[in-house]
């Protein structure tokens, strides 16, 4: 049907024509480099093989297996039919009980029951990504703002400011110190945001972090414990990586630290949880709040309506969380998995001299690449990233996505690919680096004097030397373009 | 544990401590009473009987038929490793098979009177999120939206709450059965603009909840020129379009706009959902269609808070996509809803109660106002207290919907099963006449 395309830039509003969507980000460029050629093992072994999304792939076969065993968990088969009716109609915001309390076993599973969460407090949204919105708009007002320490999600910029007006403002984290998070740290981002009059309304953290892969220990959670409460300002923790730490008792979660500082102000803390990662259901949409705050429970349960899980995932989540023989086996199972597949990779790389940063959770590893840089700059650092895209032909995700105050370190994703892919990709790298010795070491000397090295390659010289624009924006419109149907 | 409410402690936003979530409304009370105490024809014959929610529960054994036959093919297909790749896809463009499925019913609905392209089709959860979505994407804080009177009370929060936009009301009434009328638009968008508001759009429900009467289609064209003219948007919440009696009353918008080739379809939005026409208000199952390219890759993109289960897509896909069944399905709930609805007026009638004359919809638009001390709303609040205390009645007064007019009220009559709703509504027209023998007691 023809429909005249129009300039209607003026007709809508302003959220609707800023950036606030994020796409126009490097993180996003990778994906449609990525889509549009997809690494594929028969298919395309050359296209470029997607180490830039954050999924848990690995332990399918266990979920398979149960579902196998569980009809009744799905309305879809003899045995769950009969609940068919009673599922659809079923709209309560509150949610179904038994996904509430499965949710609240679930997560207090996930963190070895040293913390028990209580049911009434679990309120649904959009994934992980409505219930950062949800939140923001609970907490703060337009103009105000979140402390969120660097590198973080680069989503968070969507998620947190888009819709609702609220502003992120960094805590700068520095690989002196293994990007931990300081009290220095926190108090000169609080100060710098007074200076400017910013209301600071809160502190956002992720752990375990994304991109780091690393998780706080008890010591640092009660320091920002103690700093919020202090300052008297809200603490989001978002914990969709819990379940990813290789060992299960070294996790720290704020809930524990919570009960072990004195005079602490529950009413300030808020965790932000979601199956999309320890279970690797991001199609299901599950995003869980749960907030220490009475009024933030209820207000965030009245905003879920614009973001509830459907009661058909309710109900078959609610059966399979509640097995909780199921739930240890797979939890244990998935932690040696990721910690397998993150050992495969660090050890590889180590071996053409490439380190990462120390972690032991997520579902990625943060990779110095510093030494590769022609210059310490962000701009090198993108240059080097688009050989790694188009040479290399992987896609990884450049640091300063993740506004890292630091050029050369990049987020690699591990565990959304089988072995093979996995060796490939590692196979792709150690090529590369035997290839590029010299590349580590003072790349100007070469341009100037060897000629006919660089000749090899002609379009990389260019790369090198001139200055890059950003790729032309793909035709694709999502980064996310997976499966076709 | 229970959870009180607590004053408003020092750091929470704006948004959060209004009231803009509208639960506070008569609207919503009158749900608590039949919470606290549900009509049971056998264990609680003296309870409330529920008809102030807007459900379609009359035609669930096809869907449950539909299942039976259907079961593997509905159930991740043959084989469960399709669990893994539909549990993966997290794509806001949404399953392809679906938006195909989805854009076929939409079709389907409106007798193929209309074509829908499935790359138009922005999914989200449920309808609530469609409304708002649209409207932080086609209004500012402070801007306005133009609704007719009487609307669906959850529109205050949905427009409203979170976006900052206002409603300016275009206020309709019965001397035209609650027609919109163009003098009723100028009006509004007069008022606004005397008022500083600037108003991006109108919205309307067609098949209009609460009325139960679909939107004539001379207003349509009326409204397609009021808003080319103020260069605004129109937004069309179609929800109830495959509850239309008769197929052929219902005109829909995109009909106008096929019928003109499309002219300044640019400004048009369509949200429709699946929680009236099929009953699955539980699988959240909302869509945004917009003719406006920018305005669908917008929607796309904050389609993102607020996604449609993988799961459910999959077998909604699996059950749109059979055509003999929707076509049966659409043919057969359509039926159903006329006889109940003509099952209620004339019981209604027997009871010396008028009800607008309606032709869609899960509900009717009942008058009272001969029965009020005064033509107010705090007499209409006085009846309607009344009858879900003494007739056992929840219905929705009129007031919660911003009718200008005191007196009426919604009544819905499709949220009960087949086998129940005979009785039920000779239950209802019981205690009505022992009301209204009441209310003449009284006047």
């Not at chain 1, 009716?85 to 076993?105: C, M, S, V, W």
């Not at chain 2, 102030?52 to 035609?59: R, T, W």
């Amino acid at each position: 049907m023809a429909i005249t395309k129009n300039n209607s830039h003026n007709m809508l509003s302003k959220i609707a024509t800023n950036d606030g969507h994020g796409e126009n980000s490097p993180y996003f460029d990778g994906w449609k480099a990525y889509d549009a050629n997809p690494f594929h093992l028969q298919h395309n072994p050359e296209g470029v093989i997607q180490m830039g999304l954050a999924e848990n792939q690995l332990s399918f076969d266990l979920i398979e297996e149960w579902v196998k065993r569980n009809p009744n968990a799905s309305i879809c088969t003899p045995q769950g039919a009969l609940d068919f009716k009673e599922t659809a109609i079923f709209q309560d915001y509150h949610g179904l009980p038994e996904f509430r309390t499965a949710i609240a076993n679930f997560m207090s599973q996930v963190r070895g029951n040293r913390v028990k969460f209580d049911p009434n407090r679990i309120v649904m949204s959009g994934g992980a990504t409505g219930a950062h919105e949800t939140l923001a708009f609970c907490l703060a007002n337009p103009g105000e703002a979140f402390l969120v320490p660097t590198p973080y999600y680069p989503a968070f910029d969507r998620d947190l400011r888009w819709r609702t007006g609220v502003e992120l403002l960094p805590v700068v984290c520095e690989s002196s110190n293994s990007f931990k998070i300081t009290k220095e740290a926190l108090e000169t981002a609080y100060e710098k945001a007074t200076i400017a009059k910013i209301k600071v309304k809160g502190l956002l953290i992720t752990n375990p972090s994304n991109p780091l892969g690393t998780f706080l220990n008890g010591e640092t959670l009660k320091d920002i414990v103690n700093f919020i409460n202090e300052k008297n300002i809200h603490l989001v923790c978002d914990e969709i990586y819990a379940g990813t730490v290789t060992n299960g008792d070294e996790f720290v979660s704020i809930a524990e630290v919570m009960k072990e500082v004195p005079n602490c102000k529950y009413d300030l803390i808020h965790l932000v949880y979601s199956l999309s990662k320890d279970m690797g259901f991001p199609g299901f949409r599950v995003g869980i709040v749960y907030s220490y705050n009475n009024n933030v429970v209820n207000i965030a349960r009245k905003m879920s309506s614009f973001g509830l899980v459907s009661t058909q995932t309710q109900r078959m989540l609610a059966s399979m969380l509640s097995d909780t023989k199921f739930i240890e086996n797979f939890l244990s199972e998935s932690r040696v998995r990721l910690a397998h597949r993150h050992d495969m990779f660090t050890r590889g790389l180590a071996q053409v001299g490439i380190g990462c940063l120390e972690s032991k959770a997520g579902l990625f590893f943060w990779m110095d690449l510093r030494k590769f840089l022609k210059q310490p700059t962000f701009e090198s650092e993108m240059t080097f990233w688009r050989i790694i895209i188009n040479e290399i032909k992987l896609n990884i995700s450049p640091g300063q996505s993740f506004h890292c105050s630091e050029p050369g370190w990049f987020r690699v994703c591990f565990a959304n690919m089988d072995d093979e892919t996995t060796m490939i990709a590692l196979w792709r790298i150690k090529m590369f680096v035997r290839k590029n010795r010299n590349l580590e070491i003072n790349t100007r000397r070469q341009f100037l004097h060897n000629n006919q090295h660089m000749r090899l390659s002609s379009r990389r010289l260019d790369d090198i030397l001139t200055p890059h624009r950003m790729s032309p924006h793909s035709p694709l419109a999502s980064p996310l373009v997976r499966a076709q149907n | 544990m229970a959870i009180e409410i607590v004053q408003p402690s020092v750091g929470l936003s704006k948004i959060a401590v209004s009231q803009t979530h509208g639960e506070n409304s008569p609207y919503f009370s009158g749900w608590k009473a039949y919470d606290e105490n549900p009509y049971h024809e056998i264990d609680n014959p003296s309870g409330v009987i529920q008809m102030g929610l807007a459900e379609n529960q009359v035609s669930f054994d096809l869907l449950e038929e539909y299942l039976e036959t259907n079961l593997e093919s509905a159930n991740w297909g043959q084989k469960v490793s399709g669990f893994r790749e539909n549990a993966l896809f997290q794509d806001y463009h949404g399953l392809q098979s679906f938006r195909k499925a989805m854009a076929s019913f939409m079709e389907q609905v409106r007798g193929g009177k209309a074509k829908f392209n499935p790359d138009r089709v922005v999914l989200t959860a449920g309808a609530t999120a469609a409304n708002e979505l649209l409207t932080f994407i086609l209004a500012d804080p402070g801007d306005a939206l133009m609704v007719p009177t009487p609307y669906y009370p959850g529109f205050d929060r949905d427009l409203r709450w979170r976006t900052g936009v206002q409603i300016v009301p275009i206020h309709c009434d019965s001397s035209n059965g609650f027609q919109i009328t163009p003098e009723a638009l100028e009006a509004a968008y007069d008022h606004a603009t005397s008022m500083n508001i600037k108003v991006k759009g109108v919205l309307i429900t067609n098949p209009s909840n609460p009325l139960g009467a679909t939107v004539q289609r001379k207003v349509l064209e009326e409204l397609l020129e009021f808003v080319t003219r103020k260069n605004i948007h129109l937004v069309s919440d179609e929800i109830y379009s495959g509850s239309a009696f008769c197929a052929d009353e219902f005109v829909s918008i995109a009909e106008v706009l096929e019928s003109r080739n499309y002219k300044d379809a640019e400004r048009c939005h369509i949200v429709y959902s699946l929680s009236k026409d099929l009953g699955l208000p539980g699988f959240r199952i909302g869509t945004v269609y917009s003719y406006n390219d920018q305005v669908v890759t917008t929607a796309r993109r904050m389609s993102s808070f607020t996604l449609i289960s993988s799961q459910t897509q999959f077998l909604l896909a699996s059950m749109l996509s059979d055509t003999d069944f929707t076509q049966k399905y659409i043919k057969i709930n359509r039926e159903r809803l006329k006889k109940r609805y003509e099952m209620i007026i004339n019981g209604l009638q027997k009871a010396g109660i008028e009800c607008l004359k309606g032709n869609a919809g899960l509900f009717c638009w009942m008058n009272l106002s001969p029965y009020l001390e005064e033509p107010t709303i705090k007499s209409e609040l006085a009846i309607w207290n009344t009858i879900m205390h003494e007739v056992r009645l929840n219905i929705s007064p009129g007031s919660s919907c911003h009718c200008s007019e005191p007196g009426w009220f919604r009544v819905c009559f499709a949220n009960m099963s087949e086998a129940r709703y005979a009785s039920l509504v000779s239950a209802m027209i019981i205690n009505i006449i022992k009301f209204s023998i009441f209310l003449a007691i009284i006047f």
